[in-house]
């Protein structure tokens, strides 16, 4: 079955860097672009950037931008975020979701997501 | 960047009520409006894509319209399992930009 697998939950002191990935399985993983997006506690979703795993183009949200970078290993079918210089406003689940690169039909399948807590 | 904006922000409704909730974009985003039902401690879930399309496997209580910068949700009729938080988000550029979400709570 089509499903996406998260690495699991990260503690991290400010300052610090933290690595999130997502497997992919049951389907064609260079025909989807793999979003990445964030919930801090108690609020909504934060898109944070995308990546092109066929090309390994990025397009990152303004915000994230020189902090953020998405790689992809094609042969893993896996999909990495790594967010830098974290700060305590970063403690949020992030998530990774899929979403068919020929049109634009949402982000249909979604990862468990990945508890990122940045404490000193 | 586009702006999405959602109303309300909270709608207290009962089981078997017809409930609607918009959403409105910065700018003209043609159809390329999806919605998610989030549950607490859960990814969200894709109910509709392209503004009117139902998602395989969602209910037909759930449906969408409009196109250019105003958007509706629509349940027919609710259902226990449907109070969540609901969110759009434009899929017509980059950067992606989501609602700030509406709770549906239970009266």
């Known amino acids: 079955q089509v499903q996406l697998v998260q690495s699991g939950a990260e503690v991290k002191k400010p300052g610090a860097s933290v690595k999130v990935s997502c497997k992919a399985s049951?389907?064609?993983?260079?025909?989807?672009?793999m979003h990445w997006v964030r919930q801090a506690p108690g609020q909504g979703l934060e898109w944070m950037g995308r990546i092109n795993p066929n090309s390994g183009g990025t397009n990152y949200a303004q915000k994230f931008q020189g902090r953020v970078i998405m790689t992809r290993d094609t042969s893993s079918s896996t999909a990495y975020m790594e967010l830098s210089r974290l700060r305590s406003d970063d403690t949020a689940v992030y998530y990774c979701?899929?979403?068919?690169?020929?049109?634009?039909?949402?982000?249909?399948?979604w990862g468990q997501g990945t508890t990122v807590t940045v404490s000193s | 960047d586009i702006q999405m904006t959602q109303s309300p922000s909270f709608l207290s409704a009962s089981v078997g009520d017809r409930v609607t909730i918009t959403c409105r974009a910065s700018?003209?985003?043609?159809?390329?409006l999806n919605w998610y039902q989030q549950k607490p401690g859960k990814a969200p879930k894709l109910l509709i894509y392209a503004a009117s399309s139902l998602q395989s496997g969602v209910p037909s209580r759930f449906s969408g319209s409009g196109s250019g910068t105003d958007f509706t949700l629509t349940i027919s009729s609710l259902q226990p399992e449907d109070f969540a938080t609901y969110y759009c988000q434009q899929s017509y550029s980059t950067p992606r930009s989501f609602g700030q979400g509406t709770k549906l709570e239970i009266k």
């Open positions: 700018q003209s985003i043609s159809s390329y």
């Open positions: 979701a899929r979403e068919v690169r020929t049109t634009a039909r949402g982000m249909d399948v």
């Open positions: 049951g389907y064609t993983f260079t025909g989807y672009y």
